[in-house]
Nanobody, 129 residues
Framework: QVKLVESGGGLVQPGGSLRLSCAAS????????IGWFRQAPGKEREGVSY??????STVYADSAEGRFTISRDKNTVYLQMNSLKPEDTAVYYC????????????????????????WGQGTQVTVSS
């Protein structure tokens, strides 16, 4: 059973940092891509960062580049968020896309939320003074 559990959200002041965790179980992580997404009230869900687990390649949204870092340790994928801004306030989700045995041939830059089949429950991040 595929399971993704996010944690680490909370309230932080502008300029602060948070590290989100996504604990994955029930599937082979190495043939998957894991994405971090966020959804603010009244807005569409958007991709923040993706990692192709097999080789560790990563992509970032323009809004995350230089401030956020996606990483992996065993069965947990992290999103380190620094220099947080009020516009980063959202519910953050991690999700999994199965890439298959030819995972290295699958480009991840163009993936969208609809390409990911398994989702966690989300964790709230609020950036406010």
């Amino acid at each position: 059973q595929v399971k993704l559990v996010e944690s680490g959200g909370g309230l932080v002041q502008p300029g602060g940092s948070l590290r989100l965790s996504c604990a994955a179980s029930g599937f082979a992580l190495d043939t998957s891509a894991i994405g971090w997404f966020r959804q603010a009230p009244g807005k569409e869900r958007e991709g923040v960062s993706y990692m192709r687990i097999g080789d560790g390649s990563t992509v970032y949204a323009d809004s995350a580049e230089g401030r956020f870092t996606i990483s992996r340790d065993k069965n947990t994928v992290y999103l380190q968020m620094n220099s947080l801004k009020p516009e980063d306030t959202a519910v953050y989700y991690c999700a999994r896309r199965f890439l298959g045995t030819n995972w290295y041939r699958v480009p991840i830059r163009s993936l969208s939320p609809t390409d990911f089949g398994s989702w966690g429950q989300g964790t709230q991040v609020t950036v406010s003074s």
